[in-house]
Structure formats: structure tokens, C-alpha cells
């Protein structure tokens, strides 16, 4: 089980948006590198990076923070945000990421996603899956689809998706814990895929409860404002998670 650790960038600062609202945000940090360096310090092994800039304008301004971090930092990066194109993803693997999110274009266009798979490799991929109440959300959460949750993971595992996003944009910086009935769900109708929890894991008790559904396939959680807060301790996080039992 993996702990992500997020870094949210907007206009070069690592923010934290309320239910992915631009308008709604706080800077928890001015510099990202120092506060991936931070949560390495802590013990973390992997960094979600959402490059907000990305997502809402499709514009590159914090690649040079992103490769900054990759290449000072021994963190592996999963970086999300406006890669809707092969080239754009190269150009994001390029600057020393690991795995690529695709979000908008994913829900779209299927082949865009196979060809992905196909191109830099599944191990190299994540399909990020938003949703409230079930319906699956595009362009930076501003936009509802009346496409399912179920069949759009349903849909990724067969075009050789193997690491899935979900996040509840209702439950997201709310610090309310996560929809651990669709989680669950999610993961036992599509075995194929390796799901990772985000939106609204808030406490140690939300980190124990996804670390005991890694046996129906959960690869891990993404923690944002609750490690920002103070209300999880990242080290603290990590080491349970290690834990036997």
C-alpha cells in the first residue's frame, strides 16, 4: 500500500482547492520543492502532483517546478493536469515522472487511453476517475458527464488500464473520509485494476480502513489538506500502513 503524499500547483504555489473550486483555495506552501522535500523527509516514497494550471487553461507553467522536483528528489512522481495528448505526456515523462493521469480526454476518447497503455506502458499510466454521485467529471471537475463511474472503470481495464484514480469531488478537501462503499465496489467489479483512494481521507481511522481493503485491490490513498492541517502525520501514516495487521 502507497501513501501519496499531494502537491496541488496553481500559479506556482501548492495550493489546496474546496471541491476543486479555483476560487476556493488556500497556499499551504510557496515553494513546491521544498515541501516535496518534506514529505520525503517524512518517509514518503511517492508524490501526486496536480498541475491545476493544466487542467483548468491546458497551459505548462509549472513544469519547471515539476522537473525541479524530479530531478532534486529521489520521490516518485504521479503528476495529473491537461495531458491530453501523446505529446504532452511524453513531455511529462521526459521531465522525470514515473506515472502519467489522464483525466478528461481519458473519459472522451478510449483509444486515446490504449494508445497510451500501448505506447509508454500500463506500469506508466493512471486513468483518473472523478465523480459525484456516480457520474463521472471532466475539465478540472467543471463539468458533470452522464457517463457511470462503473462502466467508465469497466471500460479502462479492458483497454489495459492497470492503476485507476478515484476521487469524490464532493468529499474532496472536505476531510469527511472517502466513499469507501464505491471504493469498494469499484474495486471487486474490476479486479483487473489497482484502485487509489482520493478525496477526503482525513484521519488515522479513514488511513486504517483503506489499508485493510488492500486484499480487493486498493494500491493506495492520496492525502492532501489533512497532512497540510496537521490532522494526519505523514511519518505516523506511513509507518501504519507498514505495519502488519
Same mark, same amino acid.
Given at each position: 500500500?502507497?501513501?501519496?503524499?499531494?502537491?496541488?500547483?496553481? &500559479?506556482?504555489?501548492?495550493?489546496?482547492?474546496?471541491?476543486? &473550486?479555483? @476560487?476556493?483555495?488556500?497556499?499551504?506552501?510557496?515553494?513546491?520543492?521544498?515541501?516535496?522535500?518534506?514529505?520525503?523527509?517524512?518517509? +514518503?516514497?511517492?508524490?501526486?502532483?496536480? &498541475?491545476?494550471?493544466?487542467?483548468?487553461?491546458?497551459?505548462?507553467?509549472?513544469?519547471?517546478?515539476?522537473?525541479?522536483?524530479? !530531478?532534486?528528489?529521489? %520521490?516518485?512522481?504521479?503528476?495529473?493536469?491537461?495531458?491530453?495528448?501523446?505529446?504532452?505526456?511524453?513531455?511529462?515523462?521526459? %521531465?522525470?515522472?514515473?506515472? $502519467?493521469?489522464? !483525466?478528461?480526454?481519458?473519459?472522451?476518447? $478510449?483509444?486515446?487511453?490504449?494508445? =497510451?497503455?500501448?505506447?509508454?506502458?500500463?506500469?506508466?499510466?493512471?486513468?483518473?476517475?472523478? =465523480?459525484?454521485?456516480?457520474?463521472?467529471?471532466?475539465?478540472?471537475?467543471?463539468?458533470?458527464?452522464?457517463?457511470?463511474?462503473?462502466?467508465?472503470?469497466?471500460?479502462? =481495464?479492458?483497454?489495459?488500464?492497470?492503476?485507476?484514480?478515484?476521487?469524490? $469531488?464532493?468529499?474532496?478537501?472536505?476531510?469527511?473520509?472517502?466513499?469507501?462503499?464505491?471504493?469498494?465496489?469499484?474495486?471487486?467489479?474490476?479486479?483487473?485494476?489497482?484502485?487509489?483512494?482520493?478525496?477526503?481521507?482525513?484521519?488515522?481511522?479513514?488511513?486504517?480502513?483503506?489499508?485493510?481493503?488492500? @486484499?480487493?485491490?486498493?494500491?493506495?490513498?492520496?492525502?492532501?489538506?489533512?497532512?497540510?492541517?496537521?490532522? $494526519?502525520?505523514?511519518?505516523? +501514516?506511513?509507518?501504519?500502513?507498514?505495519?502488519?495487521?
Amino acid at each position: 500500500m502507497i501513501i501519496f503524499p499531494a502537491i496541488d500547483l496553481l &500559479d506556482g504555489h501548492c495550493v489546496r482547492l474546496r471541491q476543486g &473550486d479555483k @476560487d476556493q483555495k488556500t497556499v499551504y506552501n510557496e515553494d513546491p520543492s521544498d515541501q516535496a522535500r518534506k514529505w520525503q523527509a517524512a518517509g +514518503a516514497e511517492w508524490l501526486h502532483v496536480v &498541475d491545476l494550471d493544466g487542467a483548468f487553461t491546458g497551459e505548462q507553467l509549472n513544469f519547471p517546478h515539476i522537473s525541479e522536483i524530479a !530531478g532534486q528528489l529521489s %520521490l516518485k512522481i504521479q503528476l495529473g493536469g491537461g495531458i491530453r495528448s501523446l505529446d504532452r505526456a511524453e513531455k511529462v515523462l521526459g %521531465l522525470g515522472v514515473e506515472r $502519467i493521469v489522464l !483525466g478528461t480526454r481519458a473519459i472522451e476518447d $478510449i483509444e486515446f487511453v490504449a494508445e =497510451a497503455v500501448q505506447f509508454f506502458g500500463a506500469e506508466h499510466v493512471v486513468v483518473g476517475i472523478d =465523480a459525484v454521485e456516480g457520474f463521472v467529471a471532466v475539465r478540472g471537475w467543471e463539468e458533470i458527464t452522464t457517463k457511470e463511474t462503473m462502466v467508465v472503470a469497466s471500460e479502462m =481495464a479492458e483497454c489495459g488500464v492497470q492503476h485507476v484514480l478515484y476521487t469524490d $469531488i464532493k468529499r474532496d478537501g472536505m476531510m469527511s473520509g472517502p466513499d469507501f462503499d464505491r471504493l469498494r465496489l469499484l474495486a471487486i467489479e474490476n479486479p483487473q485494476l489497482q484502485v487509489i483512494a482520493s478525496g477526503g481521507v482525513s484521519t488515522m481511522e479513514d488511513v486504517r480502513r483503506v489499508k485493510a481493503m488492500a @486484499d480487493i485491490g486498493l494500491e493506495g490513498m492520496i492525502i492532501g489538506r489533512a497532512l497540510y492541517d496537521g490532522d $494526519i502525520d505523514l511519518a505516523e +501514516a506511513i509507518k501504519e500502513i507498514r505495519s502488519a495487521g
